[in-house]
DNA sequence: GGCTTAAGGTATGACAGGGAACCATTGCTT
DNA sequence: AAGCAATGGTTCCCTGTCATACCTTAAGCC
């Protein structure tokens, strides 16, 4: 029947379920969520991961294979190991040429990038609307602080407080798997923004349409807060395909 | 530190990029998946299972370990294995009482409602708009021919039909993680909906509303395929905390 | 009837990954 | 100076999973 014969079998209607089970050796797994965390500055430089015990917990990996996780951190010099009490596995700042050869470099060819520009702003969009809809006065102050950290970012923090805001901003929507999809996509988007220039220009649009997103979730606007948003992304998505394409 | 004792360790803000990197012990993620395609519908009562050869292989696990998920569904009644030529695993009709003491009955209470039903609005209006914005001729076609199926089905068969519609849709989005993470979200969704009386009433509206979808898609129209489809979405949603509340 | 083919059913050996215990190092507290 | 506590570093064993090959059943074809 169907041609298939090397490689992946045929493809077919059920392939948005018929995925695979596991994305890779399962250590590689952790990998890409351990990035995750680095490539969206939850833990900024200089800072101290969780402990192997606490990480292997929460990654529900053992203790042992998260350390090989580390090890090839280590060997990209992505972050450093201390012994001792208050020792621990600090983030390093991010070298300017992160590394030529290797693992880490080809995965970025690998990825579909009209895919994630447009599940980001599904996501995005997503969000801001619930938000609109229910937040709480807990959430409106969270949502403040996040902001007003961006509006005083410097130009090298910019990019890592922008991804907390958004962040914040998905985790607020009400849906947990919303947030970590969300988290997910954006770790990607922020590696492929990694290629390109942050130009000062870009950056103050930028910050007047958070200002504006911020605003219409507030005013418990949810279709201006949608709108927005979607404005929003559709300018990062324009600059990243006029540079990749 | 933090005053986690038992279970999981202590909640923080890195949850949403620190959950586990396998959901179970990787046989229950096939498992998950094999249920996500009889719950969708993607392989009708009657019918035929892809062969075990080949559901390991896309999967990507052993044939040892799927046919463990296989020995699951057996025990349900919820597939047949036949042996000889033309054989396979064949999907049985799904039984009044499904299980009274088992392994798949208690998944049913760990789901998070509201985390459903919001991620799955923002998929659907997501993709409905994604929809309207870039549609290939193919696809029309593809839409037109899933929403006559919903037409002139009977009523037993309704779910099925919709659910279909509702998959084109997100698979014509342009984004695959959008439909694959729509698939996972359905396939939760039909399972909360199996627990609730399907009224011909509701059923009269939904198919009103699907066309009024297909149609602002079809007139490229995106915030109008938006604004319906969350229209349409609110009313599963409504439907489903009454009588989950 | 006998062969071929495609499917499920079974058995075996290798290995990755997990759990748990233990060692080594460091800095704080006494 | 001694002890304690929290961390990274290491080892051991065991279970789950995989790959492979082979057996069994049943429908079609010669």
Redesign the interface.
């Known amino acids: 029947m169907a041609a298939g014969g090397a490689g992946d ?1 045929a493809p077919g ?2 392939d ?7 994305a890779g050796n ?1 250590f590689e ?2 990998l890409e ?1 351990v990035l ?2 680095l490539r ?1 500055g ?2 900024p430089p200089g800072e101290r991961l ?1 402990s192997e015990r ?2 292997s ?5 053992s203790r042992v294979t998260l350390r090989e996780v580390l090890k090839v951190l280590q060997d990209q010099n992505m972050v450093e190991s201390r012994r001792g009490r208050y020792g621990g596995t600090f983030v390093l700042p991010r070298t300017a040429a992160p590394d030529g050869s290797g693992e880490l470099r080809r995965r970025i060819a690998a990825v ?1 990038v ?3 520009l ?2 980001r ?3 995005e ?3 801001a ?2 938000c609109a809809e229910g937040l709480t006065a807990d959430g409106e102050d969270r949502l403040r602080g996040a902001l007003d950290a961006t509006q005083g970012a410097r130009l090298e923090d910019y990019r890592r407080q922008d991804t907390l805001l958004h ?1 914040t901003l ?2 607020l ?11 997910a ?1 954006r ?1 990607t988007l922020n590696e492929l923004l990694d290629g390109i220039p942050l130009l000062v220009r870009n950056l103050e649009h930028s910050q007047q349409q958070h200002a504006a997103v911020v605003e219409a979730v507030l005013d418990r606007d949810p279709d201006a807060a949608r709108e927005m948003m979607r404005e929003h992304c559709g300018g990062t998505a324009a600059l990243l395909r006029g540079f990749l394409a």
């Open positions: 079998p209607p059920l948005s379920v018929l995925r695979p089970v596991r399962g797994e952790a969520q995750q965390l969206l939850l833990v969780p606490e990480l917990q929460h990654l529900r990996i579909d009209e895919d994630t447009r599940f702003e599904v996501l969009a997503g969000a609307g619930l962040l998905a985790e929507s009400g849906s947990r798997t919303l947030a970590a999809q969300y988290a996509v770790a």
